[in-house]
């Protein structure tokens, strides 16, 4: 267990719809990384927040959205899905924002059907 | 730019060492990590370099060349349960984020 929590762990929407994902880090971690991994992609990085504030930004759709509330909880918010938005998003935690060990959560199936 | 490789798929025998290899080029460096991943499973932190050398944790050891864009992952006295994905991955300096491999499938076998 790595102490990081991601909800829900499975979820079917259609394609057009809106969801939030989210994601509690492990205790006095203050970053929070989004990452999304498909079949044929691999890991790939979505946005970086530490302690609240944006640090780096990856290839993240201009549909998606995330945030770090001031309890240092995320959410990643995904709007007008496609059916290429079908992954599995992760959650990764580390104490501070440089080179440290990201601890990963067990992540989140989104179908898109 | 950056970018990372390393072999799709090996395979090998139980009790055997494995040699996972992966290069990378990056104007930025700060460490590289080694992470396991399980099919749907979330990836698990094994080890990070940030100098050239030789780290060793139990069965799993992680050598760095900074000068080459070289490392490697050694996994030693294999068990079944070691088949999974390896994802090789490197810290790209001022961009302040982790850039991973598409990982090496292992499959060990009896």
């Known amino acids: 267990d790595s102490g990081v929590t991601q909800t829900p762990k499975h979820l079917i929407t259609a394609t057009g719809q809106r969801v939030t994902l989210r994601c509690s880090p492990r205790s006095g971690d203050l970053s929070v990384y989004w990452y999304q991994q498909s079949l044929d992609q691999g890991l790939q990085f979505l946005i970086h927040?530490?302690?609240?504030?944006?640090?780096a930004k990856g290839n993240i759709l201009e549909r998606f959205s995330a945030q770090q509330f001031p309890d240092l909880h995320s959410e990643l918010n995904l709007s007008s899905l496609e059916l290429g938005d079908s992954a599995l998003y992760f959650c990764?935690?580390?104490?501070?924002?440089?080179?440290?060990?990201?601890?990963f959560g067990d992540g989140t199936r989104l179908s898109i059907l | 730019g950056q970018n990372i490789d390393q072999p799709t798929e090996m395979t090998a025998t139980e009790g055997a060492i494995v040699q996972i290899n992966c290069t990378y080029q990056t104007s930025g460096f700060n460490g590289l990590f080694w992470y396991q991943q399980h099919a749907g499973e979330a990836p698990t932190f094994l080890s990070y370099?940030?100098?050239?050398g030789l780290e060793e944790k139990g069965r799993f050891s992680s050598f760095l060349s900074r000068s080459k864009g070289y490392s490697y992952l050694l996994l030693k006295e294999l068990q079944m349960k070691d088949s999974a994905s390896y994802l090789c991955?490197?810290?790209?300096?001022?961009?302040?984020?982790?850039?991973f491999g598409t990982g090496t499938l292992l499959a060990v076998q009896p």
């Open positions: 370099n940030v100098l050239d």
């Open positions: 991955a490197f810290h790209g300096g001022a961009t302040n984020k982790l850039i």
């Open positions: 927040y530490y302690n609240g504030e944006e640090r």
């Open positions: 990764a935690s580390s104490e501070g924002g440089g080179a440290q060990p990201q601890h």
